[in-house]
């Protein structure tokens, strides 16, 4: 099983000042029984002075060279918790030392908490003066130090938890960097059997011991894959080989086309040629069409043998692999025949996504748009603004909307329904297109259609509508079709699995955080919405 004892590793935080570093570090060290660490305390009573004292005296560069040195001491202890200055890591050569001694968790929270926050802060030089000039400082500060901050693998957002909830997720990071340095480990509930969302960069290579440590038993196991995506594959078989497995390649053709019975059927013969057994995992490397047929075909070969996720593409990290949904498509719609078929672990490695054609990452950002539309609107801001912090935490913030939606409705009988948003009107574009629209770009132009519709209906304020337009546009996705008529697509969607009879269901955005369902909106209503995205 995975680690659930700490180590004897430090446990580092860092971040801004005012979010919440001292207040959570005292916490965790009256919890884990170590001594806590306040570097800026340290420094204080070795220049004998206040902090405003020893950058009026003694200069900022005298400080940072104080803390450089502290940095290195400290990395040399153990079972200690530390809080650092907000400036303290900027450096690498600290960041790094501190890294090798522990975990490294950056604390985080919004511009204007921040402010609300140190109001009454008279210990801070870097922010002088009256609160509009603390604001443009704080903005300042943090857009010079964005970088630095995002390289540090673990982020926790405190703008809205208490200390004692931000404590728990610094230990569950801690927990995870035990297991892998830089893991992330999300939980998600399931009436079938928890499981770990795994999320990190260079994964691939501990895909074996991951697997070990969650019960999956050695012997053979099916990789199955497409012939372009092979050399992830081979990484993970050779992972799987050092721990123990008996990996056997199994190969499927690209591309939703080929998301087929006929494909699933060709698996079935790889499985039987491979002497899997009801223990043997099938293991998915690759998009959201190789995890939707291999997990197909787990679900039903021996009556269901176990299924590992592991996603390579940005669209497949953030929404396909997670939830249990598996299947294939017949000539009149997709995913017209499936399953759910929680997987027993899915390892999520980012540096996958460095070999991903640009084309293909943009149409994954649309099911991150969606997300922040349906329960992030922190991350849609960011998607509009400056970006995420890096791409560790975009998938982290993006793939936590789903998992906290899956875990209320399992099974798609409630609250599950909004995450098809766009995707009545994606599907029956990718229908009628014979899917040569890839289906991120798809529901990048549903989504347009469901928020227009949605003004139309008075459920949403033109200005929302507007922004999500931008948005995508922005992120260069598509915002129309062409070569499609109102009533193709308007008869494609008679086959679309979401109905309920012959009645259309749509999901609608009514405010960043807040979308709906709505039932037979009636059939001119479609029929402009979908008119409002044919160029």
Do not use: W
């Not at 698996?267 to 293991?283: E, K, T």
């Not at 390892?347 to 539309?373: C, N, Q, W, Y």
């Amino acid at each position: 099983m995975a680690q659930s004892v700490i180590s004897d590793g430090n446990i580092i935080l860092t971040g801004f000042m005012g979010v919440g570093k001292s207040t959570v570090g005292r916490i965790l060290s009256q919890r884990l029984g170590r001594r806590f660490v306040d570097m800026d305390e340290v420094l204080v009573e070795r220049f004998g002075k206040p902090i405003p004292a020893i950058f009026a005296e003694d200069g900022e560069e005298a400080f940072r060279t104080a803390e450089a040195q502290l940095c290195q001491e400290l990395a040399q202890q153990r079972n200690l918790v530390i809080s650092t200055g907000g400036g303290a890591l900027i450096n690498p050569e600290s960041r790094r030392a501190l890294e090798a001694s522990g975990a490294v968790v950056c604390l985080h929270a919004s511009e204007e908490e921040i402010l609300r926050r140190l109001a009454n802060a008279t210990d801070r030089p870097l922010l002088p003066g009256e609160a509009e000039e603390r604001r443009r400082r704080i903005h300042r500060l943090l857009q010079q130090r964005r970088f630095a901050y995002g390289a540090i693998a673990y982020q926790v957002d405190t703008t809205s938890l208490s200390a004692e909830e931000v404590a728990d997720r610094v230990l569950e990071a801690a927990l995870a960097n035990q297991e892998v340095p830089g893991l992330h480990r999300i939980p998600v509930r399931s009436p079938s059997g928890d499981y770990d969302l795994l999320l990190g960069e260079g994964l691939l290579r501990h895909a074996g011991r991951l697997l070990l440590n969650r019960g999956v038993r050695p012997g053979v196991a099916a990789v199955v894959t497409n012939e372009m995506i092979r050399l992830h594959a081979e990484t993970v078989s050779a992972s799987l080989r050092d721990a123990g497995f008996e990996p056997v390649l199994c190969l499927v053709p690209e591309g939703e086309q080929h998301k087929t019975l006929e494909s699933v059927r060709l698996l079935y013969d790889q499985f039987v040629a491979a002497g899997l057994d009801r223990n043997s995992p099938v293991i998915a490397v690759g998009g959201g069409v190789i995890g939707d047929m291999a997990g197909f075909a787990a679900a039903t070969y021996l009556r269901g043998v176990p299924f590992v996720q592991v996603p390579t593409s940005l669209l497949a990290m953030v929404d396909a692999s997670v939830g249990g949904k598996v299947g294939v498509d017949l000539p009149q719609g997709k995913n017209l025949v499936g399953a759910f078929k929680q997987p027993v672990v899915v390892l999520m490695d980012v540096a996958t996504l460095a070999s991903l054609p640009s084309d293909e990452f943009r149409a994954g950002l649309a099911e991150v748009v969606k997300h922040g539309i349906i329960g992030a609107p922190r991350l849609f801001v960011q998607l509009e603004e400056e970006g995420p912090v890096n791409l560790l935490q975009l998938v982290a913030d993006a793939v936590r909307v789903k998992v906290r939606i899956v875990e209320q409705d399992p099974f798609e009988r409630g609250v599950r329904a909004t995450l098809n948003l766009g995707h009545t009107f994606g599907h029956a574009i990718e229908q009628v297109t014979n899917y040569r629209i890839r289906h991120g770009d798809a529901v990048a132009v549903g989504m347009i259609a469901a928020a227009n519709m949605a003004v139309e209906l008075g459920r949403c304020e033109p200005a929302l509508a507007a922004r999500i337009y931008n948005l995508l546009e922005r992120l260069g996705l598509p915002t129309s079709v062409s070569g499609c008529s109102v009533d193709a697509i308007y008869a494609a969607m008679a086959h679309d699995k979401k109905r309920i009879g012959k009645t259309l269901r749509f999901i609608i955005p009514q405010a960043l955080g807040d979308v709906t369902i709505i039932d037979d909106p009636g059939e001119a209503i479609v029929r402009r919405a979908i008119a409002s995205v044919i160029a």
